[in-house]
C-alpha cells in the first residue's frame, strides 16, 4: 500500500512540476481563463476557439480507456547533475482497469553512476497489485476500499502551465482533431536576474471537450553565458483515446495473490 499511495503522489508530483516549472505574477491560475481566451462560455462564432483546458481529471473521466505519458526532465545548475521522470498511465473503463508504470533517474552533483527507480501498479476490478522484478504485493480490495482511494486519486483536477495562449491552427494530434497554442511564461528572470536560454510552450487541446491531448514546455535559465543553466522540461502525450486497452495481472502478480488472504 506504501508503493500505491508512492505512486499516486508521484503523479500529483509530476502534474505539479508541470504547474510549478516557473512561477510568475502574471501567470494564470489552474482553472482560469487564459488571457486571449476570450469569453469561454460565450465564445464568438468562427473566432478564435476556447484556450482554457478542463482540468486533467476531469477530461480523463471523460474517456472510455486512453494512454497517457508524461514526462519531466531536470538537468543543472552544476552540469553533472540531473533528473528525470516517467509516468505511463493505461485505463480501461470496459475493464475497470488502470496501470501505472512509474522510472525515475537521477544523478547528483558530481557525477557518478546514475541512481534508477521503476514502479508499477495495476488496478483491475477490486483486486490492486503494485511492485516491479520479483518484489510484488497484491491487495484484494473490499468495495468501499476501492471507492474511497478512487475518491482520493480524482480530489485534485489538475491543469498545467499556460500563461497568454496564442491559437496557432486546428490541426490532428494522435488521431484527435485538435487546437493548437503557444505560449511564453512571463516574468521568468524577473526575481533572480537569471538570462532568458529557452521559454516555449506548447498545446493541443481536443475540439471535442477541450481535454489536453499533448503538452510541452520547456524553459532554460542561466545566470550568466553557459554559467549556472538550469534546464528544465514537461511533456504530456495523451495516445490511444477510445481504441482497445487491454490490461492484465504479470505473472508476478499471480503468484503474490495465491498467499493474499481475502478481506
Known amino acids: 500500500m506504501k508503493k500505491k499511495m508512492f505512486l499516486i503522489l ?14 510568475s505574477p502574471t501567470s494564470q491560475s489552474p482553472g482560469s ?10 465564445p464568438k462564432a468562427g473566432g478564435t476557439p476556447q484556450a482554457n483546458p478542463v482540468g486533467i481529471n476531469e477530461g480523463l473521466s471523460s474517456l472510455n480507456s486512453y494512454q497517457m505519458t508524461i514526462n519531466y526532465k531536470s538537468a543543472g545548475p552544476d552540469p553533472s547533475e540531473s533528473s528525470s521522470m516517467v509516468m505511463e498511465m493505461q485505463r480501461s473503463q470496459d ?5 501505472t508504470h512509474v522510472t525515475q533517474s537521477s544523478v547528483k552533483k558530481g557525477g557518478g553512476s546514475p541512481s534508477n527507480s521503476d514502479s508499477n501498479y495495476y488496478e483491475i476490478g477490486n483486486d490492486a497489485c503494485d511492485g516491479s ?3 510484488w504485493t497484491y ?11 478512487e475518491l482520493f486519486q480524482n480530489m485534485i483536477s489538475m491543469t498545467p502551465l499556460i500563461d497568454n495562449p496564442t491559437f496557432v491552427a486546428q490541426e490532428t494530434i494522435n488521431g484527435i482533431p485538435s487546437n493548437h497554442f503557444t505560449f511564453k511564461i512571463s516574468g521568468v528572470g524577473a ?10 510552450g506548447d498545446y493541443w487541446l481536443a475540439v471535442d471537450g477541450r481535454y489536453i491531448v499533448k503538452y510541452g514546455l520547456v524553459l532554460e535559465t542561466s545566470m550568466g553565458p553557459s554559467v549556472d543553466v538550469i534546464h528544465q522540461e514537461v511533456s504530456i502525450d495523451l495516445t490511444q483515446v477510445n481504441q482497445p486497452v487491454n ?11 495465491k498467499v493474499t488472504p481475502t478481506p
Not at 10 to 16: E, H, K, N, Q, W
Not at 33 to 42: H, I, T
Open 10 to 23: 508521484s503523479l500529483f508530483v509530476l502534474l505539479a512540476l508541470a504547474c510549478n516549472l516557473s512561477s
Open 33 to 42: 481563463a487564459p488571457q486571449g481566451s476570450g469569453n469561454p462560455s460565450n
Open 95 to 99: 475493464q475497470d482497469a488502470r496501470y
Open 133 to 135: 522484478g520479483t518484489d
Open 139 to 149: 491487495t484484494k480490495q473490499l468495495p468501499n476500499q476501492k471507492e474511497m482511494n
Open 191 to 200: 526575481k533572480s536576474g537569471a538570462a532568458v536560454n529557452a521559454n516555449q
Open 247 to 257: 490490461i492484465v495481472f504479470p505473472q508476478g502478480c499471480l503468484d503474490a495473490s
